[in-house]
Each structure stands twice: as structure tokens, then as C-alpha cells.
């Protein structure tokens, strides 16, 4: 399968990335340059394994997606997959292990490392999902973790996500959530700082050399302060910390701390939405959905007028602002539930 199965039009270039199980797989691209997601390309090449369960042992990225979906992955069997932002393919290794055919989308170099690369049923493409290809094709699933809240304007980038969709089809996505404390938070504070002094690559020197020296610092402060808060601590050793989170060993919590402060702190937009932000934004998509408040999951269903909603897409204005009438609130009062811990992020 190549880009043609997809899209009516002809990518800028394609480029061939070395693959052990294939000849060659192929990455389809529409983007001249990663524009503003240059960060994240270096960051996944850098750390293109770390978060992929086939290489680090555990099962944190598939019950993650199973959460994310509020499925089992088997639920995925048959069906056509795109895939926004699929980074590293922590992620997309289950779609195309699971799924019928999945389109991994990356605007950055993320997607020549991306993990599914080599698999038959993937095809792998370049593009912006505000500025995508022409396509005469629709998904059963739309799926987009950990993307929108680094686009400009992720209400926006919502609504974009429902032209892919086929009528009755499925729109899965996370926005990160808005801290209690917005922008006083402790990496709202520290990444300009960072940024003034440090550019992507001095700062991950910097943290090849300290980041674990940091981490443990911090898990020798706690038991003196046993009261202190993860939060708290952010503000003066402002390093990522999954210990007692996540199930990873003391080397593995390094090298997820230093890939998720790079994330951090080197992001050009950090735009988080509250849970009734993207609920206003879906009320005005006029679709059904679920959410995990906890968590800021969404599913979306589109409707069988479904396919109109994409129309609307690069229209979308202040959704934001404008009130819904209480009829989402209650379908999704009604439809809520928690689906439990999550990955902090
Ligand atoms: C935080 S990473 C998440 C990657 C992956 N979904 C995961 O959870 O591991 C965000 C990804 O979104 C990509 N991205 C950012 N803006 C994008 C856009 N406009 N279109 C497509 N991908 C984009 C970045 O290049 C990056 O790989």
C-alpha cells in the first residue's frame, strides 16, 4: 500500500528510510519542513525507543491506548486507522498490529524513526493535520494522544480531526488539561528561562549529565518532606519524575525524565484546554461523545451527517466562547466515567 490507496495528491518527495524486515519502507511527504515541530523530531529521534513497549518491557503505552479507547485493542480488528502526530509510534505499533490499515501523520522527522514503519499495513506520511493532502478516503477511527494542545489553536485542530472520519466512524483524542495553577505552573515558568539560555541541543547535554543526578536528589528530598508535593518540587528541580507512577526502573525513569522535560520545556505551543472547553468545541461539532474528565480523553461518534461536519473545519472560530445550551453537558454527564489512573504528563 502507498500513499495513492489515500490521497489524490502527490507528495513534495518520498523518502526511503532503511528498515530490517522490509526492502525499504517509505515515508510520503507533503510538508517542506517540520515548520514549528522541529523540537519534537529531534527529541523522537533521539529517543525513538524509550516509550515503546516492545523495547522497554512493559505494558504502559497499550493500557494506555486501551484507556485512551475504552476498549480492548481487539476492538481495532478490521478497521482503518489514521494516526495524528504519531511521534516515535508508541502507539502505532498496536494500531498496525491490531488494526486493518493505519495512516501514521507526523508534521515533524518523528515519522522516519516511527516504530510501525516496517509493517505492510502502514502508511507512513509527512503532513500537517491543519494542511492535509486531499483525500477521497474516510476512517473507522481517527485517533490524535498528546498532539493537540502543541498546535496553534487546538479548537481548531479538533475540528479538523472529523474530515477524516467516515459517518458513524470514531474520533479519539486527548488534549492536555489546563493546571489549577494555568500559567503559573512550574514549566510555564521555567521554559523561557530555559529557552533563553539553553537551545535543544545544550539543554540535553545538559540533562544527558545531570538528569539523573537531579531524579535522585529529588527521591532522597521526599522522605525528609514527607508532605511535599510532587507540584512543589517541580518549581525548584523541574525534571520530569515517574517513580511510584509508572512501573520503570531507575535507569528507565531517567530516560523518560530527560525525553519528557526536552518535551517540555522546548515545545513552541503549550495550548491545554479544560474538560468544558473541548466539550463546548464537540457541542458545536453536533457529535455525540464520552469523556474521561480525569483525564481529558475523548471519544467522539460521528453522526451519519458526519461527513459534513469536515466543512466546517477551517471556518472554526471561537468555540470556545460560546455556550452550548447544557445539552452536551448532560449527555456527557450521563456518558463520563473514569477509566483510572493515567500517565501524568
Ligand atoms: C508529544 S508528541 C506525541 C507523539 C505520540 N502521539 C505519542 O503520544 O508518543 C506530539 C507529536 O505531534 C506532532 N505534531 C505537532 N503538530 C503537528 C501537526 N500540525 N500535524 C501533525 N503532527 C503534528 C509532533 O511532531 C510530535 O511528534
Known amino acids: 500500500m502507498n500513499h495513492r490507496d489515500v490521497f489524490l495528491t502527490e507528495p513534495l518527495r518520498v523518502v526511503d528510510v532503511k528498515a530490517s524486515n522490509r526492502a525499504c519502507a517509505r515515508v510520503s511527504c507533503y510538508v517542506q519542513d517540520e515548520e514549528y515541530a522541529a523540537s519534537f523530531g529531534k527529541q523522537w529521534t533521539k529517543f525513538q525507543k524509550t516509550q515503546l513497549d516492545s523495547y522497554n518491557g512493559t505494558c504502559i503505552s497499550r493500557n494506555f491506548l486501551e484507556k485512551l479507547l475504552n476498549q480492548p485493542l481487539d476492538w481495532l480488528r478490521g478497521k482503518n486507522v489514521i494516526e495524528f502526530g504519531a511521534g ?3 502507539f502505532t505499533e498496536y494500531l498496525a498490529q491490531f488494526a486493518n490499515l493505519v495512516v501514521a501523520v507526523d508534521l515533524s522527522s518523528a515519522i522516519f524513526v516511527n516504530a510501525a514503519l516496517e509493517n505492510e499495513n502502514v502508511i507512513a506520511v509527512q503532513a500537517d493535520l491543519l494542511h492535509m493532502p486531499q483525500s477521497h478516503m474516510k476512517f473507522d477511527l481517527v ?3 498528546g498532539v493537540l494542545q502543541h498546535l496553534p489553536h487546538p479548537p481548531t485542530a479538533i475540528a479538523a480531526l472529523f474530515d477524516w472520519v467516515k459517518p458513524g466512524g470514531w474520533v479519539v483524542f486527548d488534549v492536555y488539561a489546563r493546571g489549577r495553577l ?3 505552573e512550574a514549566k510555564h515558568l521555567w521554559r523561557p528561562v530555559i529557552q533563553l539560555f539553553f537551545t535543544f541541543d545544550s539543554y540535553s547535554q545538559l540533562l544527558d549529565r ?5 531524579l535522585r536528589l529529588r527521591w532522597s528530598l521526599k522522605p525528609f518532606f514527607p508532605g511535599i508535593s510532587k507540584r512543589l518540587l517541580d518549581y525548584f528541580l523541574p525534571i520530569w519524575d515517574y517513580r511510584g507512577v509508572l512501573p520503570l526502573s531507575s535507569s528507565q525513569l531517567v530516560e523518560w525524565a530527560k525525553l519528557d522535560t526536552l518535551d517540555a520545556m522546548f515545545s513552541k505551543y503549550d495550548n491545554p484546554m479544560k474538560h468544558q472547553e473541548v466539550a463546548r468545541v464537540l457541542a458545536e461539532l453536533k457529535c455525540s461523545y ?7 480523553f475523548f471519544r ?3 453522526s451519519s ?5 469536515g466543512t466546517q473545519v477551517h471556518k472554526y472560530g471561537n468555540a470556545c466562547c460560546e455556550h452550548d445550551g447544557g445539552q452536551i453537558e448532560a449527555r456527557r454527564r450521563g456518558d463520563a466515567r473514569s477509566i483510572g489512573e493515567e500517565e501524568p504528563q
Open 88 to 90: 516515535a509510534g508508541r
Open 305 to 309: 451527517a458526519g461527513a459534513q461536519l
Open 210 to 214: 545531570y538528569a539523573e543526578k537531579i
Open 290 to 296: 464520552s469523556s474521561d474528565e480525569r483525564n481529558n
Open 182 to 184: 494555568g500559567r503559573l
Open 143 to 145: 485517533f490524535c494522544r
Open 300 to 302: 467522539a461518534q460521528a
